[in-house]
């Protein structure tokens, strides 16, 4: 069975350009979460969505940072406009959250450099 | 407030060294989930265990073992007879079950060097 997708694996842009990053989960998890690792910082936990419902975007740094989740096997984020401190690597996870308490799955991860 | 604490930044050993990577936590729920993951160079994050708070039985898989206090609230790991193939960043993780939110609060991590 595939793991966590993440797309692109790597991307480059410049200050102000608008970057789309983007995550297939685990079939039949029905959560799934963005985080943002860099050295200073960590892992942080940016938003979480369960059922396709965001939960938790206190994570998110500022309003240039969206996540979507239009359906259990996509969701997006987006940063607009892109800025040289968002520069990180950038994972989704995911998970079957019920009645059991599972771990997350994490992709590959997305490695963002902003010029 | 929950807190993960790994207070070793980086360890080195010489191969087939045992190791010890420690974790601390803090947390007031009285149900919580404590994980242990591997970032390996090449980057992804790999999960090796996941243990309750009602389970204070210790573990051991292979070349790996974790021991859970929760007396000292530690959740610490160790790798027997190390290889380099261990060389990695080891992260420990909680989440609170009473806060509903499945959030996982990560330490800063452990870089394990493991020298040939």
């Known amino acids: 069975d595939a793991g966590v997708i993440q797309s692109p694996r790597h991307e480059v842009t410049e200050m102000g350009q608008e970057v789309t990053l983007r995550c297939k989960p685990i079939?039949?998890?029905?959560?799934l979460f963005w985080y943002r690792q860099t050295m200073m910082r960590g892992l942080e936990l940016l938003i979480y969505?369960?059922?396709?419902?965001?939960?938790?975007d206190s994570g998110m740094p500022e309003d240039r940072f969206s996540a979507k989740m239009p359906n259990a096997s996509f969701s997006t984020l987006k940063i607009q406009p892109s800025e040289p401190r968002d520069s990180a690597v950038y994972f989704c996870?995911?998970?079957?959250?019920?009645?059991?308490?599972?771990?997350?799955?994490f992709g590959p991860g997305t490695r963002l450099t902003v010029l | 407030a929950q807190k993960v604490t790994q207070a070793q930044t980086e360890i080195s050993v010489v191969e087939k060294e045992d190791v010890t990577l420690d974790c601390v936590y803090e947390?007031?729920?009285?149900?919580?989930?404590l994980f242990w993951y591997k970032q390996p160079p090449s980057g992804e994050l790999v999960f090796l265990i996941r243990r309750n708070s009602f389970d204070e039985q210790n573990e051991i898989s292979g070349r790996y073992s974790w021991n859970f206090q929760k007396s000292t609230s530690s959740f610490n790991f160790t790798i027997t007879a190390s290889q380099v193939v261990d060389s990695a960043v080891y992260f420990c993780a909680l989440s609170e079950v009473g806060s509903g939110t499945y959030k996982y609060i990560f330490g800063t991590g452990t870089r394990l060097k493991v020298l040939a």
């Open positions: 969505f369960n059922n396709n419902v965001p939960i938790d």
């Open positions: 996870a995911s998970t079957n959250v019920g009645g059991a308490y599972n771990e997350q799955f």
């Open positions: 079939s039949g998890h029905n959560s």
């Open positions: 947390t007031r729920d009285t149900t919580y989930y």
